[in-house]
């Protein structure tokens, strides 16, 4: 498959509502998407660099900056190129997980659409549907909190996780459970503590939570393996595992008990599925997270969220969690608490052109 052009492609989508992390507060989503055009179609690719490097070192004009300087040479230099090439061809590249992980996305998505094989069966989906949970941030009163996690279950998510940080931890997971009582809950620190607090957090063991995922900072595996031995919650690891040898170390370490898998965080959907692997080889569950996609996203994340492994609900929400109106033709909507994985060549997806003109703020193509 020979890669003749490149676009990339910024896009400026609103957030139905603002979404507080302990990494600051969302309003709306410059997205990078990459539109990969070769002799026998197109493909696309989405990047989940943030705006700003608090989530990881990479930010969006940093990747768009790499792809079009450094990555896209190299694929224009090796002429036919597959998408399991990609990593290698890219692998002298230091880092740059989510831009690479756009890239080879898009060409995926090509080369399926070539083949007539949808992305579901590619990753190995072993299921048509996926379970949809909910991320929600974090908010300026237990009463708001309450009342978006009331809207969530009425709509039908079956999981429910909050953000926390500290000084708003303890009480709204105390405030959910008195109010919805068993519902499946799990929390999201993104980092925000330290070994230190092992003892406050060994209080959340008294409400039956999925997880804890990331409480310490990412390249704390060895205090990871320490909590966990503090906690009877089960630690997930997601800023921590980068690639599939990351996840063995945590995994032998005791620092893993539970992972979750983000595509763009580890370089692409193709290694995604080898962490699936590496952890289904060593007992341990995962489940796909999010980063506020696009429908394009969303499409992959669904499909990979339909692997064997895949045993816990993921942050895969419709699309009108985060946007009123997505980019693609028909938007992700939850039916029973799932959404249907897509079947179509490629990403299953289709792109509503008319609502992209109007979100794009910048285009630029690039060719050998």
């Known amino acids: 498959m020979k890669l003749e052009a490149v676009e990339l492609l910024r896009v400026e989508l609103p957030l139905v509502c603002p979404f507080r992390t302990s990494f600051g507060t969302q309003y709306a989503r410059d997205v ?40 896209l040479p190299r694929l224009f230099a090796a002429g036919d190129v597959q998408a399991h090439q990609v990593a290698e061809l890219l692998r002298p590249i230091q880092g740059h997980r989510m831009a690479k992980a756009a890239v080879e996305m898009a060409l995926l998505d090509a080369e399926l659409r070539s083949h007539g094989r949808s992305f579901a069966d590619a990753l190995g989906a072993a299921r048509p549907a996926v379970d949809c949970g909910v991320s929600v941030g974090i908010m300026d009163s237990i009463g708001h909190l309450l009342d978006a996690v009331g809207a969530y279950l009425d709509e039908g998510y079956v999981r429910i996780k909050l953000k926390i940080e500290p000084g708003w931890d303890l009480e ?13 809950l799990q929390v999201d620190a993104n980092t925000a503590y330290t070994l230190a607090d092992a003892r406050h957090l060994a209080k959340l063991d008294a409400f039956d939570l999925l997880l804890i995922e990331q409480p310490l900072p990412e390249e704390q595996i060895r205090a990871h393996a320490e909590l966990a031995r503090q906690l009877a919650t089960p630690i997930c690891l997601d800023e921590s595992i980068v690639s599939a040898q990351s996840c063995v170390d945590a995994i032998l370490l005791g620092a893993a008990e539970i992972v979750n898998i983000k595509p763009g965080r580890v370089g692409g959907y193709l290694e995604a599925r080898r962490i699936h692997d590496v952890c289904a080889a060593h007992g341990i569950p995962v ?62 997806v289709a792109i509503d052109y008319d609502v992209l003109d109007d979100v794009t703020t910048a285009r630029r193509q690039v060719r050998p």
């Not at 700003?52 to 768009?64: C, L, N, R, T």
């Not at 796909?288 to 942050?315: H, K, W």
């Not at 992700?332 to 179509?344: A, S, T, Y």
């Open 32 to 71: 990078l998407l990459v539109r990969a055009v070769t002799a026998d179609g197109e493909g696309w690719g989405e990047c989940v660099a943030l705006t700003d490097p608090v989530y990881s070192a990479e930010y969006v004009d940093g990747a768009q900056d790499v792809i079009e300087r450094f990555l």
């Open 287 to 348: 489940w796909c997270g999010g980063m506020v996609e696009t429908g394009l996203g969303r499409a992959a994340n669904v499909a990979l969220a339909a692997g064997s492994n895949f045993t816990l609900p993921g942050d895969t929400s419709a699309s009108s969690r985060f946007f009123a109106q997505d980019i693609v033709t028909e938007p992700f909507v939850m039916q029973n608490g799932q959404l249907r994985v897509p079947d179509g060549p490629g990403l299953g």
């Open 172 to 184: 709204p997971v105390t405030a959910v459970r008195d109010r919805f009582g068993d519902v499946p």
